[in-house]
């Protein structure tokens, strides 16, 4: 029997932002000056599959890549490199109709709840102006369907004629899911939904994506640099370093015995405070600029355990057990053998 095909699925993606030259500096490089356009390489050859009904976790250090990663996934961005499927039919080609209906069926909720909702709509605009445009609902009924929201996210539906300004963190970030639900989606992408708010309304609004989740079926890429958050609410955890995944697969089975030198120096940061009992030093220094990435490995920099190999080329991430993928030389008993 062949196995469905992934809700969602990234093959080979990147994605590089070029910062265009202005006209003294193109007058410039005319002139014989070295001067070159800017290339941010944000995404670097990912492949990301994500199952119905899943929670994936995807975690890093700020400036890795992860945000942009999720836009791409939900189509905000388009792709430079590689290919985008949804339901296996590749996410290329489509007549208008058919690319506005799969689109509807990705959301992104973003992290700041304030900066993401419009300050000079109501409520009832903010939630039910998306589900009217695109026919999903009739004008009529647009307070009757935006009260349902509401009350599905645990607000007041009375409260759907006041603005963002009038709402605590929390409320304003259960409006955003309330929007995102609105358009009726299966995925959503959560870009660190809940790092903005105090640590009791995040546990709150944590019970809230899973009681939605059970209710909805729906499916999350959960976006965090928060190992904590992410251990709690995700079935399959992601590592990102600086644009590519280094480690992946269930989340329990990485909290209990992480591979990549990445992985177990962020879980260090978790373990209890017993000098005695850490085998591995947490990660020094910073990560590198998306502008100049080290070549070969973009973690050997920072890497107790960094060889010749690291150096000189790029780790592909493989499997190293069942459902567990890593990209590391010492995996390899022929590059870790070899003297650095």
């Given amino acids: 029997m062949t196995e469905p095909a992934p809700l969602l699925e990234l093959k080979r993606v990147s994605k590089r932002f070029v910062g265009k030259l202005d006209l003294a500096a193109r007058v410039a490089r005319l002139a014989g000056a070295g001067i070159r356009e800017q290339v941010v390489h944000a995404v670097d050859r990912v492949d990301l599959a994500v199952s119905e009904g ?28 590689g290919e985008r499927y949804w339901r296996g039919r590749l996410c290329n080609g489509e007549d208008r109709t058919s690319a506005r209906d799969r689109q509807l069926k990705m959301q992104m909720i973003f992290q700041d709840p304030f900066a993401s909702l419009n300050p000079r709509l109501t409520v009832l605009d903010i939630v039910g102006e998306a589900p009217v445009l695109h026919g999903l609902i009739g004008p009529r009924q647009q307070i009757e369907y935006v009260g349902l929201q509401l009350n599905r996210v645990g607000l007041d539906p009375t409260l759907m004629r006041r603005y963002p300004h009038q709402f605590s963190g929390g409320q304003r970030a259960r409006i955003g899911i309330a929007r995102a639900l609105a358009v009726k989606p299966e995925f959503l992408v959560c870009d660190e939904s809940i790092a903005a708010l105090d640590v009791s309304i995040q ?138």
């Fill in 203 to 340: 546990a709150q609004i944590l019970n809230l994506f899973m009681d939605l989740k059970a209710a909805l079926n729906l499916t999350y890429l959960f976006i965090s640099h928060n190992l904590r958050v992410v251990r709690h609410i995700s079935d399959r955890l992601l590592i990102m370093y600086l644009g590519r995944i280094v480690e992946s697969g269930p989340t329990a089975e990485i909290f209990a015995a992480p591979n990549h030198p990445y992985t177990r120096g962020l879980l260090a940061e978790l373990a209890p405070l017993e000098p005695k009992k850490r085998s591995f030093v947490p990660i020094k220094g910073e990560v590198a600029s998306p502008l100049r990435p080290p070549e070969g490995c973009h973690f050997h920099p920072r890497c107790p355990y960094a060889m010749e190999a690291c150096r000189a080329r790029v780790p592909k991430l493989e499997p190293i057990a069942a459902g567990r993928w890593s990209a590391c030389f010492l995996n390899d008993p022929e590059a870790s053998s070899k003297p650095s």
């Fill in 54 to 81: 899943e929670v994936v976790g995807l975690v890093g250090e700020s400036g890795c890549g992860k945000s942009t990663l999720g836009r791409l996934a939900v189509g905000l961005l388009p792709v430079s490199e």
